[in-house]
């Protein structure tokens, strides 16, 4: 079974620290997510990366940033945490098959709150 | 760009009744996956079930199947003899096969209780 950890379920943090979420992976996926999940907001992609290395802007990126140093491992930085990145954070990965409907597998997700 | 719309936002089935998710999406493309994706209370989200656009034959996985409109660009949820673990936040999702086609394009979600 693929499984896709991340490193904490609840975290709180203050104001201007900077945090780290954690995401790792299994399966060797190349493609790995990571979005945040509001009420009556659905989930909205941050950040992805196609690979080590690489990343790409999702629909919100702004006041976050990500680091895939290892294929594995996905990081997402909250550089100074504000009240308005209160959210849970779900990460996920896909492996990378040309064509064909291959699914997103998900993290249990990481509920920040910042005070 | 595309979108996805769940007109439901709370919906509430009898154990052992059928239920229907509505999603209606928009795209220009012609080829296309179509995901709905199940997240339990405090548990992780998985996949229900996925349409390839370019099958006519709607997808069934046992209890679960589709009802894919291409030309009404919709992809309906239904439930059949609904259990208790059913209940969740169902979660209707996009993703197309052209540029940017690495992401997922989500619905705001429908919460589905099953009442005993």
């Known amino acids: 079974d693929v499984k896709v950890t991340q490193s904490s379920r609840y975290l709180v943090k203050r104001t201007g620290e900077k945090v780290f979420l954690e995401c790792v992976q299994d399966?060797?996926?190349?493609?790995m997510f990571w979005y945040r999940q509001d009420p009556g907001l659905g989930l909205r992609l941050i950040y992805f990366?196609?690979?080590?290395?690489?990343?790409e802007k999702g629909d919100i990126p702004e006041g976050y940033s990500v680091s895939r140093e290892k294929k594995e491992r996905f990081s997402l930085i909250l550089e100074s945490a504000s009240t308005n990145q209160t959210s849970m954070y779900l990460c996920?990965?896909?492996?990378?098959?040309?064509?064909?409907?291959?699914?997103?597998?998900f993290g249990p997700g990481t509920r920040l709150t910042v005070l | 760009a595309q979108t996805v719309t769940q007109s439901q936002p709370e919906m509430s089935v009898q154990e052992a009744e059928t239920v229907t998710l509505s999603c209606t999406y928009d795209?220009?493309?012609?080829?296309?996956?179509l995901f709905w994706y199940k997240q339990p209370p405090s548990r992780q989200m998985i996949l229900v079930i996925r349409?390839?656009?370019?099958?006519?034959q709607n997808a069934t996985e046992n209890r679960f199947s589709v009802n894919f409109q291409k030309a009404a660009k919709s992809f309906s949820l239904k439930i059949s003899d609904s259990q208790l673990g059913d209940a969740a936040m169902y979660f209707c999702?996009?993703?197309?096969?052209?540029?940017?086609?690495?992401?997922?394009?989500f619905g705001k979600g429908t919460k589905l209780t099953v009442n005993p």
């Open positions: 990366s196609y690979d080590v290395k690489m990343k």
């Open positions: 349409q390839e656009a370019y099958k006519q």
């Open positions: 795209t220009s493309e012609s080829d296309y996956y």
């Open positions: 999702a996009y993703r197309g096969t052209q540029g940017g086609s690495e992401k997922l394009v």
């Open positions: 399966m060797d996926h190349e493609n």
């Open positions: 996920a990965s896909r492996p990378w098959l040309a064509g064909g409907p291959n699914e997103q597998f």
